[in-house]
């Protein structure tokens, strides 16, 4: 028999960046009878749902809800969107960027790829300068689209977005802009409305606290209009379909019933902690992290400090040595699973998740678990990484003490 529970005794600690801990309230929201979908009692809750999501993007323009992993609603963001060919702008800044940029191949998209060092965000000035040079024979412009990754959750480097459209806007570029925002959405200020995005794709099993299984595009006006238009080949991902339904709570088929029970209830604990003070927590306890990596004498992959994520870090592991071998001894040995290397990066570095359902507590277990293992791998390091993390928790006041001083 497939053992499924090899740790029986005390919680996991699940600090990959996603799928991320899902806290019991949402658990037991699942835990309901699945009702019709066409009834009554349905549309109440498909409503609510479509609010809900519509706050966490920061939009006021449609939010669609696949039954699907992130990569679906990647897939829905471009064939929604784009005609065969078209060809699109993408930045090389880690993994999940590449994986994109291989979905788009695939659907017969045309990609520039602008290449990067997996340590840096998307850079506005390269892109500036690619759309000003964009005029094809016929004076057209070739470029349709500019696709970049919010959150990097393969190197723990995030892209801020306003100055992306800053600079499509200074060269009065026609081109779209989509935004993978999978892994901050939840965790990391995010704006669709505000930074002037065409597609948000977002994700359920990360900043959002629930299962993996639902996946979102949020849609603005611009894209909707290119919508009528787009030629790729497209049916289960179509918006239209969906935004039809969802006006009345409903879906053009059958939604994900109980992970939207899981959806609503996740809304409630983001809105009663409020958006600013979910936002505020990340980035305090992502700095606790780096203050501990910086006294292990560890480096973090994220070379700029304007760019460091506040979903997970990414460590370098010192040559020589395996970041999967002392992954592997604290999975066994402390029961907690840490991010692996992905692509360019797989053996040399480790990830920790410090996104969604997170607090301080568990996050000085989770460094605590990451200090030993690296003592116990044999990793070059200084003690004392625990130490420097407790001692700025302790001083950098939480939000909500901070509001009710
Ligand atoms: C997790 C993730 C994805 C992929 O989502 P799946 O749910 O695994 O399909 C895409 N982009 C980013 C930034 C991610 O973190």
Not at 58 to 86: C, F, H, K, M
Not at 148 to 158: C, D, I, P
Not at 328 to 337: D, G, P, Q, T
Request: charged content about 20%; some cysteine.
């Amino acid at each position: 028999m497939l053992e499924l529970d090899s740790h029986p005794s005390g919680r996991h600690f699940l600090q990959i960046p996603g799928p991320t801990n899902v806290p019991d309230r949402v658990l037991r929201a699942i835990d309901h009878p699945t009702i019709d979908h066409r009834g009554p009692e349905f549309a109440v809750l498909g409503k609510a749902v479509l609010a809900g999501v519509k706050r966490v993007f920061q939009t006021e323009r449609n939010v669609v809800i696949y039954p699907a992993s992130g990569t679906g609603a990647w897939e829905a963001a471009l064939v929604n969107t784009l005609s065969p060919g078209d060809r699109v702008l993408m930045a090389e800044t880690g993994q999940f960027a590449a994986l994109w940029k291989k979905l788009a191949e695939r659907l017969s998209l045309t990609v520039d790829f602008m290449p990067g060092d997996w340590r840096q965000g998307a850079n506005p000035a390269e892109i500036e300068k690619r759309l000003r040079t964009d005029v094809s024979s016929n004076s057209a412009h070739a470029i349709k689209a500019v696709c970049v990754v919010h959150n990097e959750t393969s190197t723990g480097v995030t892209t801020p977005i306003a100055p992306i459209r800053a600079a499509i806007d200074r060269v009065g570029h026609p081109a779209l802009l989509l935004v993978d925002t999978i892994s901050s959405l939840g965790s990391i200020d995010y704006r669709h409305d505000e930074w002037g995005v065409d597609v948000t794709v977002g994700g359920s099993q990360k900043g959002l606290m629930l299962p993996p299984g639902l996946s979102f595009n949020a849609i603005s006006a611009k894209a909707l209009a290119a919508s009528e238009h787009a030629k790729l080949a497209r049916s289960y991902w179509d918006w239209k379909e969906m935004i039809a339904s969802n006006a009345t709570g409903y879906f053009p088929y059958t939604p994900a019933t109980n992970l939207l029970y899981g959806l609503h209830e996740a809304l409630e604990m983001l809105f009663a902690e409020g958006l600013p003070q979910v936002f505020a927590r990340h980035d305090r306890l992502a700095e606790a992290t780096r203050r501990a990596a910086r006294a292990w004498g560890l480096e973090i992959l994220c070379v700029n400090p304007a760019e460091y994520s506040s979903a997970l870090t990414a460590i370098i592991v010192p040559d020589g040595h395996s970041a999967d071998a002392f992954r592997k001894i604290v999975l066994e040995r402390f029961n907690m699973s840490l991010g692996q290397g992905l692509g360019k990066v797989a053996g040399k570095i480790f990830r920790i998740g410090h996104l969604g359902y997170f607090n301080e507590l568990m996050l000085c277990g989770t460094l605590a678990g990451v200090e030993m293992g690296l003592k116990l791998a044999g990793i070059p390091h200084r003690s004392g990484g625990v130490d420097a993390a407790m001692a700025y928790l302790a001083e950098a006041p939480t939000a909500h003490l901070a509001q009710a001083a």
